[in-house]
């Protein structure tokens, strides 16, 4: 099943970067998931990228509702290829459906709230354990 497109939800910029990536590889025009909705038809065969968030990938639910999704990848800070099962139960991705994560990166300046509040603590502890 050849996706119609590829669309994306990103925090910090890295899953818009993969996006990107793969849609130069791959053909299908590239849309954040606010611009799909207007620009694709409901039922669309697309491939989800978005950024994963405890073990769940952001927005999958809302596209999978809207679009027919073909493959998903989740960008998070875990290592390339690891979590998958975590990620697809958490998120609840058909067995069906291709899942892939990629290792990306968060920006501290775009944090907000409690995700903030836990970098910050945890990026204490790991520097006073040195």
Not at 28 to 35: C, K, L, T
Not at 40 to 61: C, D, E, Q, R
Not at 71 to 87: F, H, N, Y
Not at 99 to 128: C, V, Y
Request: aromatic share 8%.
């Amino acid at each position: 099943m050849k996706p119609s497109a590829i669309i994306y939800t990103s925090k910090t910029g890295h899953t818009r970067q993969y996006a990107f990536l793969l849609g130069k590889e791959i053909g299908p025009p590239v849309y954040s998931y606010d611009e799909s909705v207007s620009q694709l038809p409901g039922g669309s065969n697309v491939i989800y990228m978005g950024w994963i968030h405890a073990s769940h990938i952001k927005g999958y639910s809302g596209a999978a509702k809207r679009f027919s999704v073909c493959a998903v990848c989740g960008v998070g800070l875990c290592d390339t290829g690891t979590l998958i099962s975590e990620v697809r139960k958490a998120t609840s991705i058909p067995e069906d459906i291709p899942l892939f994560t990629l290792q990306g990166s968060f920006d501290r300046s775009k944090l907000k709230g409690m995700d903030k509040l836990m970098i910050s603590i945890l990026t204490k502890g790991l520097s006073a354990q040195k």
